[in-house]
Nanobody, 128 residues
Framework: QVQLVESGGGLVRAGGSLRLSCTAS?????????MGWFRRLPGKERELVAA????????YATNSVKGRFTVSRDNANYTVYLQMDSLKPEDTAVYFC????????????????????WGQGTQVTVSS
């Protein structure tokens, strides 16, 4: 059983930056897990923000955050990051980390139904 714990959320002014971290524990090799970041905006369904392959060589960011958010991972420290720059009020949401075991180091996943494990979420609030 894999446990995921997010950190780094908080209140920031528009144009500012935050870096979210998600640390995994309890499972086997972290390098066997593709990771994702999702968010739930107020009153909306959860949506994909970014995804990264198990190896870290392949990454994806949704159009609304492309060029502003960057996903990366440190397999030695069982951690995945979401660097968020140029934040906008519409980025206000609860951000979730997710993990999915895969034998393919290059594969990443964009559908929340593809993920087996989820963190509790961390609140990000961007003021105007």
């Amino acid at each position: 059983q894999v446990q995921l714990v997010e950190s780094g959320g908080g209140l920031v002014r528009a144009g500012g930056s935050l870096r979210l971290s998600c640390t995994a524990s309890g499972g086997t090799f972290f390098r066997n897990y593709a990771m994702g970041w999702f968010r739930r905006l107020p009153g909306k369904e959860r949506e994909l923000v970014a995804a990264i392959s198990a190896s870290g060589e392949d990454a994806y960011a949704t159009n609304s955050v492309k060029g502003r958010f960057t996903v990366s991972r440190d397999n030695a420290n069982y951690t995945v990051y979401l660097q968020m720059d140029s934040l906008k009020p519409e980025d206000t949401a609860v951000y979730f980390c997710s993990a999915r075991n895969t034998p393919y180091s290059w594969m990443l996943f964009k559908d929340e139904n593809d993920y087996n494990y989820w963190g509790q979420g961390t609140q990000v609030t961007v003021s105007s």
